[in-house]
């Protein structure tokens, strides 16, 4: 299930079809999930408050609210073709300025995350949290024995799009009119 304001490729915020089609069992599901958006959201914004301010600067249209605490999005892991174990992907339409946050979930064992530029492994048990820049680092989460699912908020690139064509902003990484590379800094 991917519960967002914004999906892929759309120009303008609305919410995605996987959402209008069961309406009201996803607004149950974020109901229900928003303590864990409550302490993901707390955690970016203890770590990287610069990101956290810039999630929440612009509103949404139409006085939309975030669903996911700072983050725009959501997805439900919840099964597919290999429901305990991933490819090495890198989820290349996501903000590659911000982080996504990966709440674990299940009754399960393994399942590590691979983050592979940063040469390291992490175990991720039932109930943690792990923020990271899921668009810009290739990564994967390795066979699990029993159910393991996860619910990821993310904010869309084209969320961050939309904002600077509304607002006229720069966006970070742009390139302005003198032909110079904008940055803000790193967070």
């Given at each position: 299930m991917r519960r967002a304001i914004m999906?892929?490729?759309m120009l303008q915020p609305k919410l995605t079809a996987e959402h209008r089609d069961d309406a009201n069992?996803?607004?149950?599901?974020?109901h229900l999930c928003q303590p864990i958006f409550h302490e993901m959201t707390a955690i970016l914004g203890g770590f990287a408050p610069r990101v956290f301010k810039e999630f929440q600067r612009h509103p949404l249209p139409n006085d939309?609210?975030?669903p996911c605490?700072?983050?725009?999005?959501?997805?439900?892991?919840?099964?597919?073709?290999?429901?305990?174990?991933t490819n090495v992907h890198r989820d290349v339409k996501e903000s590659p300025?911000?982080?996504?946050?990966?709440?674990?979930?299940?009754?399960y064992i393994g399942g590590d995350i691979v983050l592979y530029e940063l040469r390291c492994k992490i175990e991720l048990r039932p109930g943690d949290v792990l923020l990271f820049p899921d668009s810009l680092i290739h990564h994967n989460n390795e066979k699990a024995k029993g159910s393991r699912k996860s619910i990821v908020a993310f904010t869309?690139?084209?969320?961050?799009?939309?904002?600077?064509?509304?607002?006229?902003?720069?966006?970070?990484?742009?390139?302005?009119?003198?032909?110079?590379v904008h940055k803000t800094g790193s967070e």
């Open positions: 999906g892929p490729y069992v996803a607004e149950e599901f974020i939309a609210q975030r605490g700072a983050w725009s999005a959501c997805a439900v892991n919840n099964g597919g073709n290999h429901p305990n174990e300025y911000g982080y996504s946050c990966v709440f674990a979930c299940g009754d869309q690139d084209n969320m961050n799009d939309y904002w600077v064509r509304k607002y006229r902003i720069h966006k970070r990484g742009s390139v302005h009119k003198t032909g110079s």
